[in-house]
């Protein structure tokens, strides 16, 4: 593992969104096109949860977002961030708050 100072850790947007939408990416079997909302803006992001989570049981949930990472065109969709999860090589857990916060709050 690879240490960084804390200015690297600063340049980290890291933010609380609410799934809004989630739907199926034609052609791929992992990935799930998600529209979040991070307050007052909305985003698209690709994520490959699609074999762990059913689209319908994403709506409304409360994830972490890496808001700052550089948009990418991911089967032609662009993604404008990325979903941060756990995983250990077969379950994958999506990062959830343990209290009640707005979309948007920072990761600090």
């Known amino acids: 593992m ?3 100072g804390i200015e690297d850790f600063l340049k980290l947007d890291i933010r609380l969104a609410k799934i809004v939408d989630a739907q199926r990416v034609e052609g791929s079997e992992k990935l799930l096109k998600l529209k979040v909302s ?4 909305e985003r698209v992001v690709v994520a490959g949860i699609a074999k762990h989570y059913k689209p319908d049981e994403l ?3 409360k994830i972490l977002l890496l808001a700052n990472l550089k ?3 991911i ?4 993604s404008q961030g990325m979903v941060l999860a756990l995983s250990d090589g077969e379950r994958l857990s999506l ?8 979309e948007g709050t920072r990761v600090s």
């Not at 990062?95 to 707005?102: A, F, G, L, S, Y």
């Open 2 to 4: 690879e240490v960084i």
């Open 38 to 41: 991070l307050g007052g803006e």
């Open 95 to 102: 990062i959830v708050p343990d209290r009640e916060m707005e």
């Open 59 to 61: 709506i409304g949930k």
């Open 75 to 78: 089967l032609g969709i662009e």
């Open 71 to 73: 948009p990418r065109k």
